[in-house]
T-cell receptor, first 112, second 113 residues
Framework: GDSVTQMEGPVTLSEEAFLTINCTYT??????LFWYVQYPGEGLQLLLK?????DKGSNKGFEATYRKETTSFHLEKGSVQVSDSAVYFCALSGDNFNKFYFGSGTKLNVKP | EAGVAQSPRYKIIEKRQSVAFWCNPISGHATLYWYQQILGQGPKLLIQ????????DSQLPKDRFSAERLKGVDSTLKIQPAKLEDSAVYLC???????????FGQGTRLTVV
């Protein structure tokens, strides 16, 4: 069945460091891929998405490229800020009526 | 635009008691989802509605969990009786239809003691 695997955390970085959070997926058909962010005490917020192969999603300095050949959707940011500290979830939505499958989440801690 | 509203935000109950959560989706959104997020894990879909019909409830523990979406708008999720392992955040989400992105509420944090 469809599934998402993302790197375990926590990831601890200093401010202005480069961020990569790895995400790979297994799916039949042609899924859409998403990154959601969850700040402390809040619900999930869509960060970015890509709906087909080679698409690049971007938002707030974060980017991720839909790589069908490697079944990956790694999240990157060139210079993280303290305010980026949160839990990041990779997710996919398959052909099956928008059913979402989430990874287990990666906690990011950014230190000043 | 108002987001997905959920209540209560927090609930503490004893095991074997019952509890209900309420969700009001974004206006005009036909699809509504309930997810369970156990600490340290990603959200798991419990049930998905399209208007007032169930699209997927394959992961809903039907012996103790029930959900309804009367009139195709608000929804309630009930647990009766609760178990310790039901302690989690229950997230409600909605989307315009089955093929567009979902927007999430802030969730209800349930603690079963």
């Amino acid at each position: 069945g469809d599934s998402v695997t993302q790197m375990e955390g926590p990831v601890t970085l200093s401010e202005e460091a480069f961020l990569t959070i790895n995400c790979t997926y297994t799916a039949t058909g042609y899924p859409s891929l998403f990154w959601y962010v969850q700040y402390p005490g809040e619900g999930l917020q869509l960060l970015l998405k890509a709906t087909k192969a080679d698409d690049k999603g971007s938002n707030k300095g974060f980017e991720a490229t839909y790589r069908k050949e490697t079944t990956s959707f790694h999240l990157e940011k060139g210079s993280v800020q303290v305010s980026d500290s949160a839990v990041y979830f990779c997710a996919l939505s398959g052909d099956n009526f928008n059913k979402f499958y989430f990874g287990s989440g990666t906690k990011l801690n950014v230190k000043p | 635009e108002a987001g997905v509203a959920q209540s209560p935000r927090y609930k503490i109950i004893e095991k074997r008691q019952s509890v209900a959560f309420w969700c009001n989706p974004i206006s005009g959104h036909a699809t509504l989802y309930w997810y369970q997020q156990i600490l340290g894990q990603g959200p798991k879909l419990l049930i998905q509605f399209q208007n007032n019909g169930v699209v997927d409830d394959s992961q809903l523990p039907k012996d103790r969990f029930s959900a309804e979406r009367l009139k195709g708008v608000d929804s309630t999720l009930k647990i009766q009786p609760a178990k310790l392992e039901d302690s989690a955040v229950y997230l409600c989400a909605s989307s315009l239809d089955l093929y567009t992105e979902a927007f999430f509420g802030q969730g209800t944090r349930l603690t079963v003691v």
